[in-house]
């Protein structure tokens, strides 16, 4: 298998009053290229702390997130940084589009923070805009598009940077089913399009069942989906 993202013995324990509450107790989780895994538990059982460890947003308590077959702990905070923002694209359930700017510079946002050339930028942006059909909507502020729209835009956002593993949380739960079956498809296409290991969480068995496989959250460990 072409291992693009590992997850091995990844424990995640958070602090409280009370002591210490171990959400993740020794995940172990491996996507190939190409490989698009549905992460399908129940709500409080660390799906989003799960995927906070593999996007490099925070740290684990044991374990290793090995990506492209670097090791995460062992570099430096501004190493994991970098490698976050090449080569990791996040979908959320809320768009979190940055209100003032258009939908194109919301998708250039990320490349130019990647030092990207403005012009390239905006062509790299407007492709994939143009991918989900919004090339005519491209001007517009967050505000004028509808939810579908505002969802596409952030998925092509994730994508700016050409990452090699997509994270998404969510990712469709803030529409309505009808778009959320319409958005859902465009992310699967777009993932297989560009060969992304793509780590996707939802509630929505119609959804997950379109994906390659499946697995859980069983007492803070993975296991295959019955």
Known sequence: MNEVLALRGLKRIY???????????GVDLALAAGEIVA???????????????????????????????????KLADAGRTELRLRRIGFVYQMHHLLS???????????QM????????AEE????LLSSFGLAARARHLPGALSGGEQQR????????NRPAVLLADEPTGNLDVATAGVVFEELLARAREHGLAALIATHNPDLAARMDRQVTLEEGRIANFA
């Open 153 to 160: 835009v952030a998925i092509a956002r994730a994508l700016a």
């Open 124 to 127: 790299r942006a407007m492709a």
């Open 39 to 73: 992460l399908v538990a129940p709500s409080g059982a660390g799906k989003s702390t799960l995927l906070h460890l593999a996007g490099l947003l925070d740290t684990p308590d044991g374990g290793a997130v090995v990506l492209e077959g670097q090791d995460a702990a």
């Open 100 to 110: 003032e700017f258009s939908a194109v510079e919301n998708v250039m946002l990320p």
């Open 15 to 25: 602090r409280t009053g009370a002591g210490g509450l171990a959400v993740l107790r």
């Open 113 to 120: 923070i990647a030092a990207v050339p403005r012009r390239v």
